[in-house]
């Protein structure tokens, strides 16, 4: 380890380490911006490599980390701009798939360790995706430790040749109490008027519109909606290539969908619902579950991926790609008051089993410390 020049609140050497994103996912960027504060906080060095935008969303300045802006590419100019930002590191970590191929590609013929989070699996269709189980090779068998943010993650990285994959502590950051606060309450009618909900019940699902969201399913099961007087309304959070296809569909059909496009108030957003809707042919620790829980909003999302070691009971699953399981759970609950409670009690208990931000931070530090303090013994 290279020498510095100052250190820690913790009696040893400053530890200097470079966290490295990718295109700005909402769970991984938040979960990087927590994490910086934390380290810095406990008196180690945080640069953060990530394209500009996303230091403009998530101010990882502010958190007291330096930033060095890495465009989301593996170009040999990206790529050198991260190894240069990586020179004096101590450690790096990465976070999401690509990242973690870039700061692969960028440690090249160093021996700085190499920490890796999978916050979830990359999906693609056709060539691409056998294009992404290579990558995932290449990272698992060259990251020092893997974490991944579910049991399934961590058995991908284990079946991919990680030579040290663990079950990750991840947090959600800023997440709002279990009760609701009084300015949600106020602003919930608010919320409602102006999406066109008052005096119908409000569905709310978040997320990019790309097929593995399982969107199309969700405007199918919609169609059973209709029927009921009142009628839901799906309103939907999320920007992304199916918008012209999903659009098309709901004023050809006539369903009760709404698109919001990007939003920078899903907390209202989902304050102001009556159920949360995850419909996804993946997830792994999806942030939407983890604020409706938290929010003590019930939740029906599909059982797949790390969705039920996530919520437990405090949530209906049902079979991805099922339409009609997915419209008949929701009509039930809209007439069961009582068994929406009860998922509304689960959800917060659930939710308080969950690692905390000091606790997601201790975790890290730990690894950290394995690979970077000398052995006793030597």
């Known amino acids: 380890m290279t020498p510095a020049s100052s250190p820690s609140p913790r009696g040893r050497p400053l530890l200097r380490t470079v966290q490295v994103l990718g295109g700005g996912n ?26 500009y935008e996303v230091d403009h969303a998530y101010d990882f300045t502010g958190a007291g980390a330096d930033h060095v802006a890495v465009p989301r590419s593996s170009d ?21 798939l690509h990242a973690s191929f870039r700061a692969v590609l960028a440690l090249s013929g160093r ?9 979830d699996r990359a999906y693609a269709e056709g060539p ?21 943010t579910s049991s399934v993650l961590v058995d991908v990285a284990r079946r991919t040749g990680a030579r040290d994959a663990r079950l990750a502590a991840v947090s959600v950051p800023g ?29 709310l699902a978040v997320g990019s519109l790309d097929r593995h969201r399982g969107y199309d399913r969700l ?66 620790r999806s942030v939407l579950a983890q604020e409706a829980l938290h929010a ?14 996530l919520v437990g009971d405090a949530a209906e699953l049902v079979p991805y790609g099922d339409a009609a399981a997915l419209a008949a759970r929701v009509v039930a609950l809209l007439g069961d008051p009582g068994r929406c409670e009860r998922l509304r009690h689960k959800g917060a208990r659930q ?28």
């Open 26 to 51: 909402a769970c991984s960027s938040a979960h990087v911006r927590s994490l910086a504060a934390g380290l810095v906080a406990r008196g180690v060095k945080v640069t953060v490599c990530a394209p």
């Open 76 to 96: 040999p100019v990206s790529v050198a701009a991260l190894r240069a930002a990586c020179a004096n590191a101590d450690l790096v970590h990465a976070h999401g």
């Open 111 to 119: 021996r700085t360790p190499l920490v890796v989070t999978w916050h």
């Open 128 to 148: 691409r995706a056998q294009l992404l189980r290579l990558l995932e090779r290449r990272v698992a068998r060259t990251a020092s430790v893997v974490l991944g």
């Open 175 to 203: 997440s709002r109490p279990a009760a609701p606060d009084e300015e949600a309450e106020r602003r919930r009618p608010k919320v409602r008027a102006e999406l066109g909900a008052t005096g119908r019940p409000l569905l």
């Open 219 to 284: 405007l199918d099961a919609s169609r059973a909606w209709r029927s009921l007087d009142p009628a839901p309304l799906v309103a939907i959070a999320g920007e992304g290539p199916l918008r012209p296809e999903l659009q098309q569909r709901i004023e050809d059909e006539g369903l009760p969908v709404r698109l919001l496009g990007r939003r920078d108030d899903v907390g209202e957003l989902l304050a102001a619902a009556d159920l949360a809707l995850l419909p996804s042919r993946w997830e792994s």
């Open 296 to 309: 003590r909003v019930p939740l029906v999302a599909t059982d797949v991926g790390g969705i039920r070691e």
């Open 351 to 378: 939710a308080a089993t969950w690692p905390s931000e000091d606790e997601t931070v201790a975790q890290v530090l730990s690894v950290y410390d394995e690979l970077t303090q000398p052995s006793p013994w030597l």
